[in-house]
């Protein structure tokens, strides 16, 4: 149900923007996450945006360099990631919600995610 697109190969320092496609009822009414799975490690719920707008940064990973927003006209939620950095490699997921949480296992209408490597 949502479409994750953007990843790939890019330098560290470098920059990437991920796109969540997701329909409308989703983004009218639901909240959308994003999360990043590194090899051999758990889930990780990075950030999410609720029906309203209001953002919750769960990462401290991120903080300072990605930012999510959403264009409800295009019907997308992204994911700005700035300053890439090697431990940044990973599988980027979008999920959705009732509202905002720390908990994946909450989220539902996972995407097929986007490989994201960052390296030189």
């Known amino acids: 149900l949502l479409v994750e697109s953007g990843g790939g190969l890019v330098q560290p320092g470098g920059s990437l923007r991920l796109v969540c496609a997701a329909p409308?009822?989703?983004?009218?009414?639901?909240?959308i996450s994003w999360f990043r799975q590194a090899p051999g490690k758990e889930r990780e719920t990075l950030l999410c945006i609720d029906s309203d707008g209001g953002i919750t940064n769960y990462a401290e990973s991120g903080q300072g360099r990605f930012t999510i927003s959403k264009n409800t006209a295009k019907r997308v939620v992204y994911l700005q990631m700035d300053n890439l950095k090697p431990e940044d490699t990973g599988t980027y997921y979008c999920?959705?919600?009732?509202?905002?949480?720390?908990?994946?296992?909450?989220?539902?209408?996972w995407g097929q995610g986007t490989q994201v490597t960052v390296s030189s």
């Open positions: 409308d009822i989703i983004l009218e009414f639901r909240a």
């Open positions: 999920a959705t919600n009732y509202e905002c949480s720390a908990d994946f296992q909450s989220y539902s209408f």
